[in-house]
């Protein structure tokens, strides 16, 4: 028997339904807001610091001695650094623009801008340092709580997916587009941790709000779309 939330009755429900996918955006995304103020204020207690010790030193002591692990984590880091995402950002935008959609280019790069912003303006509010527990394999220039290597990359490969996946028909492309932005941005995540730069409640909260934001881009690109379509087709009708 087919499930309720198969893919076409998802979509179906968007599309009569836009209220309640925008409910569920807006709740997704308060959410991780709250989840991330919660555990920004749990930090500032010093009530993570067991767990994020543990976890670090774990990680270091059981995976720091694996043959060729270390280049592998410092070449996964790279996807997520600022210049790496600013590349992959202006060769969509080159693709959008060179076939017509200048539109789509700059609405997207716009909404990209402003989400991989949160992370330099939430970093000050809690000053949290970087972990002193094992070497930094890697260098790093502000605050540590939230990741924005975590945040960052998955705003922009959730984000850039879930615009891809839009224009895909087959079920199985969209999956597999979002799975792989998905994988990648975990895999980037778990790189900062193995490399020492990065406490893994920074990593968490840095995935919550990657995630809520390409959520946010999904929603609002879908409904621009939608928009669009329709003025261009009351027009056509003269209606």
């Known amino acids: 028997m087919a499930t309720i939330w198969s893919v076409p009755r998802i979509r179906r429900l968007a599309r009569a339904r836009p209220d309640i996918v925008l409910s569920a955006t807006v709740a997704f995304t308060v959410l991780a807001a709250l989840l991330v103020t919660w555990l920004g204020s749990e930090i500032l207690e010093g009530e993570t610091h067991a767990f994020d010790r543990a976890a670090l030193l774990w990680i270091r002591h059981n ?85 924005g290597h975590a945040a960052n990359s998955a705003i922009v490969y959730l984000s850039l997916a879930a615009f891809a996946a839009a224009h895909v028909s087959r079920a199985g492309s969209r999956f597999y587009l979002m799975a792989l932005a998905f994988m ?56």
Do not use: C, E, N
């Open 63 to 147: 995976l720091g001695a694996v043959p060729g692990l270390r280049p592998l984590m410092l070449d996964l880091t790279a996807l997520g650094d600022t210049t790496t995402l600013i590349l992959v950002v202006l060769a969509v935008m080159g693709y959008l623009f060179a076939s017509g959609r200048a539109a789509q280019a700059i609405r997207l790069a716009v909404m990209i801008a402003l989400g991989t912003s949160l992370s330099f303006i939430i970093k000050p509010l809690f000053g949290r340092t970087r972990p002193d527990v094992v070497a930094h394999w890697a260098p790093f220039s502000d605050a540590s709580f939230p990741s």
């Open 184 to 239: 990648i941005a975990v895999l980037i995540g778990l790189s900062r941790l193995y490399l020492g730069v990065h406490w893994p409640t920074d990593v968490f909260a840095g995935w919550l709000i990657g995630a809520a934001w390409a959520l946010v881009v999904a929603f609002t690109d879908r409904r621009i779309r939608v928009t669009i379509r329709r003025a261009r087709r009351k027009r056509r009708t003269g209606s």
